[in-house]
Antibody, heavy 121, light 108 residues
Framework: EVQLVESGGNLVQPGGSLRLSCVAS????????MSWVRQAPGKGLEWVAN????????YYVDSVKGRFTISRDNAKSLLYLQMNSLRAEDSAVYYC??????????????WGQGTLVTVSS | EIVMTQSPATLSVSPGERATLSCRAS??????LAWYQQKPGQSPRLLIY???IRATGIPARFSGSGSGTEFTLTISSLQSEDFAVYYC??????????FGPGTKVDIK
């Protein structure tokens, strides 16, 4: 069974940092793009970042550029999101999601259960 | 950035009735459009990708159509488990990937 399990969400003060992790199982992790998507309480879905199979390319939504860093460890089937300079508007459930094997087949499936990040003083 | 819009924001439907949800892109996304279902407290579930291909395990009552900028998700006969929020996602021209704001399907 393909599975993604996120962890690392927590309550953090504005300006603080947090690192999210996502462990993958049930598929060959190194074959796929991987993404982070977030959902603020009661709101819609917002794609945050993605990373290529070998980690050689990564992309971000403008609102997190320079503050968030996506990375991966293919040997451990782990995806990370390092979040620095956190703001209240970063508060959300963060999901990891598997992408595709190439640029054009990059729908997101499956998704993990999510981890909650709350930025508040 | 491609902006996705969905209509209506809320759709009230009786069980057994047909539901038609619309998604529009600000520019062509070819056929690179997916649909997701999200129930309260759950993560999104892929229903349709490449505009019209049902994901594994998705019932045949869900169908997708369209191309370019106009897309439709049809649920032919609503079951109780189908009441949820539905999102479209374009993955044609990224970054960023962009989602529509969602359509909530609730019980009439």
């Amino acid at each position: 069974e393909v599975q993604l399990v996120e962890s690392g969400g927590n309550l953090v003060q504005p300006g603080g940092s947090l690192r999210l992790s996502c462990v993958a199982s049930g598929f060959t992790f190194s074959y796929y793009w991987m993404s982070w998507v977030r959902q603020a309480p009661g709101k819609g879905l917002e794609w945050v970042a993605n990373i290529k199979q070998d980690g050689g390319e990564n992309y971000y939504v403008d609102s997190v550029k320079g503050r968030f860093t996506i990375s991966r460890d293919n040997a451990k089937s782990l995806l990370y999101l390092q979040m620095n300079s956190l703001r209240a508007e970063d508060s959300a459930v963060y999901y990891c999601a598997r992408g595709g094997t190439d640029y054009s087949r990059n729908w997101l499936d499956p998704w993990g259960q999510g981890t909650l990040v709350t930025v508040s003083s | 950035e491609i902006v996705m819009t969905q209509s209506p924001a809320t759709l009230s439907v009786s069980p057994g009735e047909r539901a038609t949800l619309s998604c529009r892109a600000s520019q062509s996304v070819s056929s690179n459009l997916a649909w997701y279902q999200q129930k309260p407290g759950q993560s999104p579930r892929l229903l349709i990708y490449r505009t019209s291909i049902r994901a594994t395990g998705i019932p045949a009552r869900f169908s997708g159509s369209g191309s370019g900028t106009e897309f439709t998700l049809t649920i032919s006969s609503l079951q109780s488990e189908d009441f949820a929020v539905y999102y479209c996602l374009q993955y044609d021209n990224w970054p960023p990937f962009t989602f529509g704001p969602g359509t909530k399907v609730d019980i009439k």
